[in-house]
């Protein structure tokens, strides 16, 4: 087992940069996720690491190991592929196996590893058939057992989620998670789904136009975004266009003066704030409110979220515990408060 | 099911069906019928019933010749056209490139739009004793002399390659086209070098069109009309000549009707035969 390492990688086709300089250490036993939405460059990431795109620049390593110009099949890498491609000629059990003869294995340690990664995601019974007789969830554990049979360094996941339908998915995440930690193997996985990437990986790197925005756990790209992109993409977000125009000092568009925490140098910037940390309150308080008209109201069940326009124009989203008294309704004119704590600035 | 819709959908097949019954089936009873016929020189057939042909054509031994002559050339050039037709078939349906793939499936059809005297024609012109592969060899200072390649089995099998070939990559290639590069990757993936990767995953599932492929050459091969007459010469024999020269020029259609009800039994037996041996050594 090892970490692995990529170093400024790049690559570009033609003009255009699919991945621009990006470094990311993956430690021994992560599971790391490359998020972004689609054309950002994470599965030319991805590849990278598999080996079927070489880096234009740059160098990937598996420990200490430098496997740039090394061929795939001469990686170790597992890698589950989106759509699981399964080979349909072959069964379940010699789908398992295929990986093992081509490394000069003998008869009786190929027959024990089938036998173990078969039981290791419960598809003994099912070892003769046809992966085309399989459902989603069974085609992904097949595919998950092949990819892990050669004990290979690391794995890499391609989109795997998003060949099954939401409440597999669910499922086959906290399975999958469970997986990779009994086997203590450092994992790449790419998706564009960030509540997949926050429940299962223990890094994310959010991606964007080839380059890596932010690399950092959940729970910091949440509370602590560093660009806009990132604010947005990971959860929903709030902006009010302005300026910094001091330490935690920052003015709207229209001149209200606000607050927040953090650093920002001075200049033009948005102040943001989720719509959970929003309050609608009569009471205008100086520094961290903005007087809005409520445009539209939606009832999701435990929360309902408020559509909000201030004066400035800016359009807001404010989520709040249903409550059936007193709540807001279309057409109210009220103020947005936060505590400055919650609100932070991005350029 | 519902009984008219299905009748709707069969209905379009009717036209079809027509055509073939009337334009192939009827014939091919005839020739079954005269093929069971006795040669008479005044009055063509004489309308008796007798297996006096088949038995004639099994036991002679230059018939016997001719059809294995046959089935050896057409088996030749079956297995070369598909060693040679795998490779560019795999290399056109991986091609990444829209265009360069555009061009290469034309240029795969291109000799099959050259009709097939005019394509013998050129073949003369290039294997003749003072033709361009000779000159080029002696000028290469290959050969000594003028060797000769037109008038032999080889210029024959040479010339039945080349008409074979774009049946043969077309068939494969689309075959190919719908075996998902994700497949190979995961080959790739799992340690198997590209090459190996081909055989382990490519080939047996193109194997459909293998099979097809090699059934359509096979076929095509044995019934070579053209190429045998212009490219084999006088003395190169083949069934699809010799049929033509018992009904066209020594008018016993009988016996020419038993050579061609022969050939295809033959043609169908060898075919059905390898397409089984394939299918089981594969499916």
């Known amino acids: 087992m090892a970490g692995v390492t990529l170093s400024n990688i790049r690559k570009t086709y033609g003009t255009l940069a699919a991945v621009d300089d990006v470094s990311i250490e993956i430690l021994d036993g992560e599971l790391l996720a490359l998020l972004g939405p689609s054309g950002c460059g994470k599965t030319t990431t991805l590849r990278m690491i598999a080996g079927f795109v070489a880096p234009t620049a740059g160098t990937v390593r598996f420990g200490g190991r430098d496997v740039t110009r090394v061929p795939v099949h001469k990686r170790n890498v597992g890698m589950v592929f989106q759509g699981y491609a399964l080979f349909p000629h072959l069964t379940v059990a010699k789908n398992v196996e295929f990986g093992l003869k081509v490394r000069g294995w003998d008869k009786a340690k190929i027959a024990a590893r089938v036998t173990e990664m078969l039981h290791w995601v419960q598809m003994e019974a099912l070892a003769e058939r046809s992966p085309r007789a399989l459902s989603g969830g069974q085609q992904q554990r097949v595919a998950l057992a092949r990819a892990m049979a050669h004990e290979p360094e690391v794995l890499l996941l391609d989109e795997p989620f998003s060949a099954l339908d939401a409440k597999l998915r669910g499922q086959m995440r906290t399975e999958i998670r469970e997986l990779q930690r009994q086997a203590g193997i450092t994992s790449v996985f790419v998706t564009h789904d960030q509540e997949e990437a926050m429940a299962i990986a223990d890094r994310i790197g959010v991606m964007n136009h080839g380059r890596l925005e932010q690399l950092g756990s959940a729970e910091d790209l949440y509370k602590r975004p560093v660009s806009r992109f990132v604010a947005g993409f990971i959860g929903k977000c709030n902006f009010i266009e302005g300026h910094v125009t001091g330490p935690g000092r920052f003015e709207t568009a229209n001149g209200q003066a606000l607050q927040f925490s953090g650093e920002h140098s001075i200049g033009p910037a948005a102040l943001c704030f989720r719509p959970e940390h929003g309050v609608l309150t009569p009471l205008a308080t100086p520094g961290n409110s903005l007087p809005v008209t409520v445009k539209a109201v939606t009832y999701l069940g435990p929360v309902t979220e408020y559509d909000l326009v201030s004066e400035a124009g800016n359009r807001l989203l404010v989520s709040a515990s249903s409550s059936g008294e007193g709540a807001p309704k279309e057409g109210d004119k009220l103020s947005v408060a936060w505590s400055i704590g919650d609100a932070f600035v991005v350029d | 099911m519902r009984e008219g819709r299905n009748w709707g959908g069969s209905a379009l097949v009717v036209p079809a069906l027509f055509l073939v019954a009337a334009f192939l089936l009827a014939p091919l009873a005839l020739i079954l019928r005269y093929s069971f016929d006795k040669y008479d020189p005044v009055k063509l057939m004489l309308g008796i019933f007798s297996p006096g042909n088949y038995v004639q054509a099994v036991a002679d031994p230059f018939y016997q010749n001719v059809l294995s002559t046959t089935a050896y050339i057409a088996a030749l050039s079956t297995v070369i056209v598909m060693l040679l037709a795998f490779p560019v078939a795999y290399y056109i349906s991986r091609v990444e490139s829209q265009r360069l793939r555009g061009w290469l499936?034309?240029?795969?059809?291109?000799?099959?739009?050259?009709?097939?005297?005019?394509?013998?024609?050129?073949?003369?012109?290039?294997?003749?004793?003072?033709?361009?592969?000779?000159?080029?060899?002696?000028?290469?200072?290959?050969?000594?002399?003028?060797?000769?390649?037109?008038?032999?089995?080889?210029?024959?099998?040479?010339?039945?390659?080349?008409?074979?070939?774009?049946?043969?990559?077309?068939?494969?290639?689309?075959?190919?086209?719908?075996?998902?590069?994700?497949?190979?990757?995961?080959?790739?993936?799992?340690?198997?070098?590209?090459?190996?990767?081909?055989?382990?995953?490519?080939?047996?599932?193109?194997?459909?069109?293998?099979?097809?492929?090699?059934?359509?050459?096979?076929?095509?091969?044995?019934?070579?009309?053209?190429?045998?007459?212009?490219?084999?010469?006088?003395?190169?024999?083949?069934m699809g000549p010799a049929v033509y020269d018992q009904i066209a020029k020594a008018n016993n259609w009988p016996f020419g009707s038993t050579l061609a009800c022969i050939l295809m039994v033959v043609t169908l037996v060898l075919t059905v035969l390898s397409t089984r041996f394939l299918s089981r050594k594969y499916f």
């Open chain 2, 105 to 238: 499936i034309i240029l795969t059809m291109l000799p099959l739009l050259l009709g097939n005297a005019v394509r013998s024609a050129a073949w003369m012109i290039v294997m003749g004793t003072k033709g361009v592969a000779n000159a080029v060899m002696l000028g290469v200072g290959l050969i000594e002399e003028p060797i000769k390649i037109l008038y032999t089995p080889t210029a024959v099998v040479i010339a039945l390659v080349s008409v074979l070939l774009p049946f043969a990559i077309i068939t494969l290639q689309s075959v190919m086209d719908a075996i998902p590069t994700s497949l190979e990757e995961a080959g790739q993936s799992l340690g198997h070098s590209p090459l190996r990767t081909v055989f382990e995953v490519v080939l047996p599932l193109a194997m459909p069109g293998v099979v097809a492929a090699a059934a359509i050459s096979f076929a095509l091969a044995m019934n070579a009309y053209a190429t045998p007459v212009l490219i084999g010469g006088p003395t190169m024999k083949m």
